[in-house]
């Protein structure tokens, strides 16, 4: 190094058998701190020849740009993508406004010496000196330390999508503790959330015990602990869905409904920030099944592998044999929720947030009557943590017991929030007696079909995003036939379960087609919902 060179947090990066030292020099010596690179000797004993610089901290956009104010660089770290090859490198820096904050660049050439452009803001929660590594389990993170606060720094983990052309960070990881061994929180006995260590391989699933059996069939509900695999079967979906968002963002660029496509935001933010800017929420963008009504052929839905792979999840398919059988069929009665906080949407007519808390309901009653007699199961689960700010699942516990309850279309003598949607009346069942269901990733919500449900408000600063399936055994109708569903496991016939996620991506091509040319209004020529349901006194 040069003598009297101020410089820190040196990496060690090997490109074509050569090995380099990518550092920091610092701001105090020069105002405008850079990013270095020197090649280094054989055995790494000392450098080679002179520092060149890579860029500097006034770079990015938004980074400061007054003369004589410092600029920092900090925590250089690079990384070469696994699906395309891009050479990346992630540093640290202070963003007017955004406080200490970690900056995505990409090495024009792919090599050490750059060029180095494309400078992407990727993380902004006063945190940073981050480092990428895969976890035992192949899940790709970034650790770096947050608050940048004297006294208060902690290591903080963070999911990693890398997509070839850029590096989106998504939710933190926490820490997980010890949890209640009975009641609505039993431990599954496949995966114990106490002794499971993030950065560990999750041994396989096994069928739910006889105490979670007994605790769905008297209470209506079971919260089972863990179930899924968030490594295996969670993070690809987040993946798939990321690049559904890509292509969202494109399609409203092109059309001028959204400044910019916001690509260095996380999908949560990214997700908000479009639907502050169009003042919609795209969720039929996302979901895996169709409108009832005003199909067209173009009408967007997504059915791809990663979502599939969800629906056929083996560990989430032996908890789900435990409660109906061997014969697993799934029901097209199926959706994925991605929620934005309520504060950010517009209101409707009755002052609420045009997406909002989900109103009582029983399953039950959004199926046809041929399904009166199904045993349709309901598998709800979350692909982040879900606490209670986040708006997660309410039940009634025991309400199973009641029956098939009337359903009331534009209701208003409930709680405020609910006004004027399709919900059964709280005079009708124990409201007060109702839960909250906090879960986190990998844990399934079990509900029976004649449970009565809804969802808090999301009051945090993120998405709430959650998929709701429903499996009925295979022999049985499952109450919205207009719509493809598949046998998902027959222990007996395993030859006719469906296991190629582009023939049940084609199956939603042909329901679309169909759909297309019915209920061009309203539910004409194909009914979803059964009739009569709000024929109550209390409806009128």
């Not at 020197?38 to 450098?47: A, E, P, R, Y």
């Not at 200490?100 to 060029?115: A, D, E, H």
């Amino acid at each position: 190094m040069p003598p009297g060179w101020m410089a820190l947090d040196g990496t060690l990066f090997v490109e074509d058998d050569t090995p380099y030292m990518v550092f920091c020099h610092e701001w105090v010596q020069q105002i405008d701190g850079t990013i270095n690179v020197v090649q280094l000797k054989d055995d790494l004993s000392g450098t080679v020849g002179t520092p060149a610089v890579l860029f500097k901290a006034s770079d990015p956009p938004g980074a400061s740009s007054a003369p004589g104010e410092g600029k920092i660089t900090d925590g250089c770290f690079l990384y070469r993508s696994a699906k395309s090859g891009r050479l990346f490198m992630i540093w640290s820096t202070f963003i007017p406004g955004r406080d200490y904050c970690v900056v995505l660049s990409r090495s024009q050439s792919g090599k050490i010496n750059g060029p180095w452009a494309d400078h992407k803001l990727i993380y902004a929660k006063n945190g940073g000196h981050g480092m990428i590594f895969e976890s035992f389990g192949g899940q790709l993170l970034m650790a770096l330390h947050q608050p940048n606060t004297e006294g208060a720094e902690r290591l903080r983990l963070y999911r990693v999508t890398d997509s070839g052309d850029i590096l989106r960070i998504g939710e933190g990881l926490v820490n997980r503790r010890n949890r209640p061994s009975s009641g609505q929180n039993a431990e599954s006995p496949c995966r114990s959330v106490s002794k499971r260590l993030i950065l560990k391989q999750i041994p396989p699933c096994q069928p739910l015990a006889q105490d979670q059996l007994d605790h769905f069939a008297t209470e209506g509900y079971l919260v089972a602990k863990a179930v899924m695999d968030p490594v295996r079967t969670l993070d690809p979906v987040i993946e798939e869905y990321t690049s559904v968002l890509d292509r969202l963002a494109d399609e409203l660029y092109r059309s001028g409904e959204i400044r910019s496509r916001y690509e260095e935001l996380n999908f949560s933010d990214r997700y908000i920030q479009i639907c502050i800017d169009t003042g919609q929420i795209h969720s039929q963008f996302f979901d895996f099944s169709l409108p009832f009504q005003g199909v067209h052929l173009d009408t967007p839905f997504w059915a791809g592998p990663a979502v599939f792979g969800a629906l056929t999840d083996p560990d989430l398919l032996d908890a789900v044999e435990s409660l109906i059988g061997p014969k697993i069929y799934s029901n097209p009665a199926q959706h994925v929720r991605i929620k934005p906080p309520e504060h950010h949407l517009p209101k409707n007519e009755y002052g609420n947030p045009i997406l909002g808390p989900t109103e009582w309901h029983q399953d039950y009653g959004v199926l046809t009557a041929e399904a009166d007699d199904t045993n349709v199961v309901t598998a709800w689960f979350s692909l982040e943590d879900t606490p209670i700010e986040k708006g997660p699942l309410m039940v009634v516990p025991r309400s199973h017991q009641n029956g098939l309850l009337p359903h009331c279309n534009h209701y208003m003598d409930n709680r405020p929030e609910f006004a004027g949607g399709s919900q059964i009346p709280e005079k009708l069942f124990a409201d007060d007696q109702a839960i909250p269901l906090p879960v986190e990733r990998g844990d399934v919500v079990f509900l029976h079909r004649e449970t009565v449900h809804g969802s808090y408000s999301n009051v945090s600063d993120e998405v709430r995003w959650s998929l709701d399936l429903r499996y009925n055994p295979t022999d049985q109708p499952t109450g919205r036939s207009a719509f493809p569903g598949f046998v998902a496991r027959s222990r007996k016939d395993p030859a006719s379960e469906l296991r190629d996620p582009a023939e049940w991506h084609r199956l939603w091509l042909d329901a679309r087609t169909r759909m297309s040319t019915v209920n061009r209004e309203r539910q004409t020529e194909v009914r979803f919902y059964r009739p009569n349901l709000d024929g109550h006194n209390l409806c009128a």
